[in-house]
Structure formats: C-alpha cells, structure tokens
C-alpha cells in the first residue's frame, strides 16, 4: 500500500460536506463527539493505491471527496473493475479485516477513517450507527442487482447513458442538489476506465459518447465536462423512466 499523506487539520464532524449521507447521519452530537475522537483523514493522489485486496486493513470510514475504484486481479493477470465509490460510501467492512478488492484513488481522494478496533466496539454499543451502516450495505446490494441487470440486458448505448446518469445524480448529490435539466458534472473515468467498468471496448464507448452528443442527449465543453440538457431525454436513452426504473 502507498504510503498516503495525512491530513493534519481535525475538522468537525457537524461542518462536515457529506454529515447527512454518510454512516454517521443518524448521529446526535454525543454520538459525532464518540466518532470525532477516533477519526483521522486521509488524501490520496489519482493513482495511488488505498488497500490491496487480500491484505488486512487497520482502518475503515467514508469518501469525503473524490472518487474510488473496487477491482479484481484475476490469476492470468485480467482486472476487472467491479464498483466505483463516491462521496459518503463507505470504506471497509466491519468484522472483516481483509480487503476483497484493490481499492484505488481514481482522484484526488480524501477519506475519513477510523480505527477498526475502535469503530467495531462503538458500532456494537450505538444502534443509529449500526442501523445507518445496515441501510447503506442494503442500499450498496441493490445498486449491484441494478449493475447486474445493466451489464447483462442492456446495449451499448443505454450502457453509457444509464452510468452518465449514474455520475449526475452521485455528483449531485455530493452538492445536496439534484440532477436536473441543465446539470452539468466531470467524468471521473477516462475513456479506457469507462470500457473497463461497463465490459465495453474503448472504441465503443467513443462511438456512443459521440452518438448521445450527436442526439443532443448530452453536451461536452471539453474531453470530462458534461452537461445534461434534458435529464428525462438521458433517462429515456438509458432505458429507463423518470423514476429509474425499466421501460418495458
């Protein structure tokens, strides 16, 4: 694991950006005052490795900004990236020390962590904390049936338009806004990252990038910055309704 920089400034729990959706939202100030005394932050340059899958982790806690890659080194030397993290998820698994997949800062990343010893034994003792920590694994299970139904019925084009909309809404979000008519974020991922998550070829995801600005689905300033003219017209290109569900 790189050696990460550690972030000297203790900021206060009530101040900070991601309080209301992460595992510490159900927390009234005795229960941020327990957390604050334990946590610590971490920065990560694009790039650098935050744990290995199959090495034992000390620590666990929230991205507070930027944006991480979970991915699997298969035994002939394949990776496959299997999930991407963004502000307020959460980092580690409690009772499990032993990281599954390669977590990478894709970047600049800052986390807020705590000791694992420390975090199991509070977890056992507040029930908000443990309640919030139960929702948000839920929330993590039905976001991977969702992914599985996007890899495994969905073309290509409503493969990239479904994760554009995935992006807007996760960057939204880490505004406290919400996606709409207008709504324009950075893509975290390259090209090649992007075929890599969505089990496309490089050429592919190219070609349907330029078909949706082509359609008028969606507007590039520049290679990262995309803007959303009209989120139900993204959402019909994704297969989906305004509700996020299937269109039949």
Not at 10 to 24: E, K, L, P
Request: hydrophobic share 45%.
């Amino acid at each position: 694991m790189i050696a990460p920089n550690l972030r000297k400034q203790h900021d206060r729990c009530a101040d900070c950006a991601i309080r209301h959706r992460a595992v510490c939202s159900y927390c009234g100030p005795q229960e941020l005052s327990l957390l604050d005394a334990i946590k610590f932050y971490r920065n990560y340059e694009p790039g650098q490795e935050i744990v290995a899958a199959g090495e034992r982790t000390d620590f666990l806690g929230s991205v507070v900004d930027g944006v991480v890659s979970l991915s699997k080194t298969m035994p002939d030397g394949r990776r496959q990236m299997v999930g991407l993290m963004f502000a307020s998820d959460f980092v580690g698994r409690p009772m499990r020390p032993i990281a599954p997949y390669d977590a990478i800062a894709v970047t600049p990343v800052r986390l807020c962590l705590f000791n694992r010893t420390r975090f199991e034994r509070l977890l056992r003792d507040t029930p908000v904390l443990e309640k919030r920590l139960l929702e948000m694994t839920l929330d993590e299970l039905d976001a991977a049936r969702d992914w599985m139904l996007l890899l495994g019925r969905k073309s290509a084009r409503e493969k990239i338009a479904t994760f554009l909309a995935i992006l807007a809404r996760r960057a939204a979000s880490a505004h406290n806004t919400h996606a709409d008519d207008g709504f324009a974020f950075d893509l975290p991922l390259t090209r090649e990252q992007m075929a890599d998550y969505l089990g496309l070829t490089i050429e592919t995801v190219s070609r349907q990038i330029t078909a949706l600005k082509k359609d008028g689905v969606v507007e590039f300033a520049d290679a990262r910055r995309c803007l959303v003219p009209d989120f139900v017209v993204l959402l019909d290109a994704a297969g989906e309704d305004a509700d996020g569900g299937m269109i039949d």
